[in-house]
């Protein structure tokens, strides 16, 4: 192999992969990061066999070839070479990767390419959609959270995305929570298909999309146990978790006995000054609902939350309020956490009663919904 | 063959022992009986733990009058004349030993009919007096009732356990009869409520579906026959093995039969985990049902009064069978069950070695608790919390198990697993002092299948657990649906801690009241495990609330928390002194 190419493209690439790289794995070869020439550019690829990550650069081929080399020590050293272009060769039958740029050389031991897994390629797959980078990376960032972290039920440590008609549906629960964001395909899929995603695969492709704004792919290999993604000149392949969502629709309550509307912002930093005290008893922080003296008269939402030992907290959020007065308790970190992913303007939160679960979502926005079981607190 | 008296000579070889033990040894007993009278439908029911009632009803061969009066003879058997029978013995019973041993001590009803006879007969032995044989009307086979256990030793009865216990004990002797023996429909009830029953269609996974719910029989791995290679002659193993995702903390779920015979054997379950591997996490056991056969010249099955152990020519190779048939079942599993148990049981096998230390002068004085304070320590007093844990500045985690700390008189090490207990044991008893504790509901139910002896004692919890924060009902036949948990119980794996947490009371609670107990039991379940790696700012907030509790020493169960190893120690450790 002998190419050459632009530092600033290859660290990039190489900062770019590097998160599918394995950190601790019994496979030496999944600590490194395949180079190839393909058709004239630079292909670099990783994976832990969880994910997969590969992307394209320019480069000037003057002569074929593929190796593997330590990803670490690879992206270390160019990352400190300067701004100029870089020639990668490989002389076989050694598999040692000479890196230059002008007086700076490396010469780094390699593995040979053969024993790096074969990478699937986003080409005439069964089943593909297009949907908006930022669309895409929104909806992660508001679903994923809500995963379960323990592994007992797999399903639940992953994210559902449903392509339906010319809708994506993400949603995870994680037993307490639900999160489900829907979000518009760039056309109509021609079937409905439910796959399940691992939270963090979810995560990468949010951190790969970046600022992206070329519309992202996304595709089903033909064994239907891996997805492919194209953003930009990269490809992210995760391996999806087999099972079936439970039917998170019923879950979903429809009416509500209470409905409040209120700035997010004064909810947030209610919540956040209760939750300090909360800390020390099991999160719980109260949440009583006064409707409005007279139809003009705003009510109120009191937040409140007591440690036996701290102290304890109350504050007062003005708030439109339907229904009668009521009382409910929630984990502060399950209402930060949706909090924190709602846009800026007027939260809405629907309750039916102490003991079922309430929905948090932006009063202006539909296509978020947010379902978070109460606390219940003991009797005397 | 008719019931015969055994010559004395045959009796002399015999070992005489203890047969009825237990509720449970009765029923191992008349189970047998029942399936060694060719059965295909056996009913156990179970009364007040057995004391009050154990009925078995077969529809095996029966007996005439005359076997009747003979059976409850002592060392009457149909089943062996001469001692050499027993080298070739093909039935469960052959000492004649277990219907009298029973009849002596409780009040016994055994009714009668063979194929060929229109009416049947029965006989009533009360605490060893019998009565005549009389007609009875009963269908085709044998009904034995054994009332009033132990009712003329008193001392036996003191001895026993709680009824809930005892009817565990004897659960988990029908369990393994009823998944082992897949060809006859088994069912069992206690106190009136059925809690198993298998369909005799002689299926391994139907059997063990039928007796530990289907979450054990979907992961149930059928043995297949070994290639020639591998197959270690005269010794035939049959049966399944669990995936290693279905694991349990106690090797109760081990189940082995040597000709039929159920037996408790070391050899063979380390034999099984053996070939599991790397596939189970430390301190966890798979659970199967395996049935080896070898030729009886090869098993002395007269080695224990109760039959339950045996004595193999050779262990060893009877071990290897059983390991490489459990080894080629789990190769082929599924595939996504194993890469990601392996990966975790390798972690924790490396961070579970245990440390190495030289001669360590350190630990709390048995006797008095405290740590000891070697005699030149200048042990300044005054840093200390009120609940007397030193301030402790937190280092680090040793194999992802004990926090490392260093305090004003030395080194101290915090075992992770047993702070949080405390810490959560704790907190559980300040929530329900007079009140119910807060919980947290669940988005929806979540199902958990019990054992029947998880069962009997989630019954016998219930409102203990409720109290605690579970929100739990019973749903369905042997499973239990879970609406709420307790607040501080987050991230975990709810069916499994709180099987955990039931599996712990079935051997008894450890606290002062049965309130205790489940407090006690939720908090070891609930809190941090040994070999959970824990950032610093984790184990800073663990350390912190250590010190607040009030018996910061001990967790719940009575293990340390912390250990010191004194400046002075550490000193001399080094040879500084
Ligand atoms: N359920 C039954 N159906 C038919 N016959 C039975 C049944 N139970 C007992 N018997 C008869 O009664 C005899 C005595 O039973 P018992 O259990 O006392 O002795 P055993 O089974 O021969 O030997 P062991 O003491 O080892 O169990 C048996 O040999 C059998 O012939
Ligand atoms: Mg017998």
Known sequence: MKVSCLQDNLQRALAQVSRAVASKTALPVLSNVLLATDEGRLRIAATNLEIGITTWIGASVDEEGKVTVDARLLNEFVNTLPNAPVQLAVESPRMTLSVQSGRDKAGINGIDAEDFPVIPRLDGDAFVAEVDPQVLREMISQVEFAAATDESRPVLAGVLARFEGSTLVLAAADGFRLA???????????????????????????????????????????????????????????????????????????????????????????????????????????????????????????????????????????????GPETQIAFNARYLADVLGVLKNGKVMIGMNGANQAGVVRSAEAEDYTHVIMPMVIGAQ | MPIQLLTTETIGKIAAGEVVERPASVVKELLENALDAGARRISVEIRNGGSDLIEVVDDGHGMSPEDLAAAIQRHATSKLSAFEDLDTLRTLGFRGEALPSIAAVASVLIASRTADAPVGSEVRVDFGAVGPVDMAAIPMGTRVSVRDLFANVPARRKFLRQASTEAGYATRVVSSYAAAYTGVAVTLTVDGRRVFGTDGSGDDVAAATGVYGPEVGQAALRLVPLDEAAAVPGVTVTGWVGAPAVTRSHRNGLVFF???????????????????????????????????????????????????????????????????????????????????????????????????????????????????????????????????????????QVGGTYIIAEGPQGMYLIDQHAAHERVLYEKILTQISGRMADKQSLLDPLIVDLSP?????????????????????????????????????????????????????????????????????????????AGQPLSLPEMRELVAELERSSQPRACGHGRPTMLHMAQADLERQFSRR
């Open chain 1, 180 to 322: 489900v964001r829907e979000g518009e395909l760039a056309s109509p899929v021609p079937e409905r298909l439910d796959i399940i995603l691992p939270g963090r695969a979810l995560r990468e492709l949010a951190r790969i999309i970046g600022d992206q704004t070329e519309p992202v792919r996304l595709a089903i290999t033909a064994s239907k146990s891996q997805l492919l993604v194209r953003v930009g000149e990269t490809e992210f392949l995760s391996r999806l978790i087999e099972g079936t969502f439970p039917d998170f629709r019923q879950i979903i309550p429809r009416e509500f006995n209470t409905r409040l509307e209120m700035s997010r912002d004064a909810f947030q930093n209610a919540v956040r000054r209760a939750s300090y005290f909360a800390r020390d008893n099991n999160d719980v922080v109260r949440l009583t609902i006064h409707p409005g003296e007279e139809e003009f008269m705003p009510g109120s939402v009191e937040v409140s939350a007591t440690a036996a030992e701290r102290g304890s907290s109350q504050s007062f959020v003005d708030a439109s309020v339907t």
């Open chain 2, 258 to 396: 040597v000709n039929g015979r159920w037996i408790q054997s070391r050899a063979l379950s380390f034999a099984l985990e053996e070939a599991y591997h790397s596939l189970l996490m430390v301190g966890r056991h798979p659970v199967a049902v395996m049935h080896v056969a070898l030729d009886p010249a090869t098993v002395d099955v007269n080695v224990h009064p109760t039959k339950a152990e045996v004595k193999f020519v050779d262990e060893r190779a009877v071990c290897r069978a059983v390991q490489r048939a459990a080894h080629a079942a789990l190769l082929g599993a599924p595939q996504d069950a194993l890469p990601r148990v392996q990966f975790a049981a390798s972690a924790w096998q490396t961070e579970q070695r245990p440390m190495d230390l030289p001669r360590p002068r350190w630990g709390p004085d048995p006797d008095t608790g405290r740590e000891t304070a070697s005699a030149g320590d200048p042990a300044p007093e005054d840093e200390k919390h009120a609940s007397g844990v030193p301030i402790l500045r937190v280092l680090g």
């Open chain 2, 453 to 529: 002896e998880e069962l009997g004692i989630y019954e016998r919890s219930a409102e203990e657990l409720a109290q605690i924060g579970f929100d739990v009902e019973p749903f369905g036949e042997g499973s239990v649906a879970v609406r709420a948990v307790p607040a501080m119980m987050r991230n975990v794996d709810v069916a499994e801690r709180l099987r955990l947490i039931l599996k712990e009371l079935v051997e008894g609670g450890a606290g002062d009241s049965w309130l205790d107990s489940v407090a006690i039991s939720t908090a070891c379940h609930t809190s941090i495990r």
